[in-house]
């Protein structure tokens, strides 16, 4: 079946420009996860949602990151007023009710100049 | 705090050579615990997991970790590499709360030399 999918698979964007990055999780995966990788890191935890609600959104940075799942599927990541330091992969998974294990998707990879 | 560390940023190993990843983490009660795989232009992909049980775990393409509480860790191990495993790995601790959101090492970078 398809797996977790998240477009673009690449965003170039300037200093101070808006950007919002798509995940399509796995059909009927009630929880969805973002992270971001920076270069040389591992994944760090940005929100998690079950269902529409934000259940966890303590790794968001700031306020400058917003993320919505309005009907409990599709999520998006939005970043206003980019900044250089934004540019990293954004990943997105998905898990099943009642599992522990987290699908992931091929991340966005965001450049801001 | 939770937290993940995986000592050696990069490891090369001859292949059909013998492998073992580090990973040493911090956590308050038993983790759970991840071994991820991250080819490049790839998704991370689960190789195996870690929840209780028997501490010795098989994953997929010939790969096993063993937990170990008194030492704090979850080695990585293959007993001969392929060419094709030529990928970054990364060590994680899942958050024993509902969110079981995930606690990433930095990963470590395997190169294999033919």
């Known amino acids: 079946g398809a797996g977790v999918s998240q477009t673009p698979s690449n965003k170039v964007t300037e200093k101070g420009k808006y950007v919002e990055l798509r995940c399509d999780p796995i059909s009927g995966h009630t929880a969805l996860y973002w992270y971001r990788q920076s270069l040389g890191q591992g994944p760090e935890f940005l929100i998690y949602f079950q269902g529409t609600g934000a259940a966890d959104d303590s790794g968001l940075p700031n306020d400058r990151f917003f993320a919505v799942r309005p009907e409990g599927s599709v999520s998006t990541l939005k970043i206003q007023r980019t900044e250089r330091g934004d540019s990293a992969v954004y990943l997105c998974?998905?898990?099943?009710?009642?599992?522990?294990?987290?699908?992931f998707g091929p991340g966005t990879r965001l450049t801001v100049l | 705090a939770q937290s993940v560390t995986q000592p050696d940023i990069h490891i090369t190993v001859s292949e059909g050579a013998s492998l073992e990843l580090r990973c040493n983490y911090s956590y308050g009660a038993t983790p759970y615990l991840f071994w991820y795989v991250q080819s490049p232009g790839q998704g991370l992909q689960l190789l195996l997991k870690y929840f209780s049980g028997d501490t010795l775990v098989q994953g997929i393409k010939g790969f096993e970790a063993e937990f170990k509480r008194s030492q704090s860790s979850f080695n990585l191990r293959k007993p001969s590499v392929h060419w094709s495993d030529a990928a970054e790995y990364f060590c994680?601790?899942?958050?024993?709360?509902?969110?079981?959101?995930?606690?990433f090492g930095s990963g470590t970078r395997l190169l294999v030399r033919p």
């Open positions: 998974a998905s898990r099943p009710e009642h599992t522990d294990t987290q699908y």
């Open positions: 994680a601790v899942g958050m024993m709360d509902s969110s079981y959101k995930l606690i």
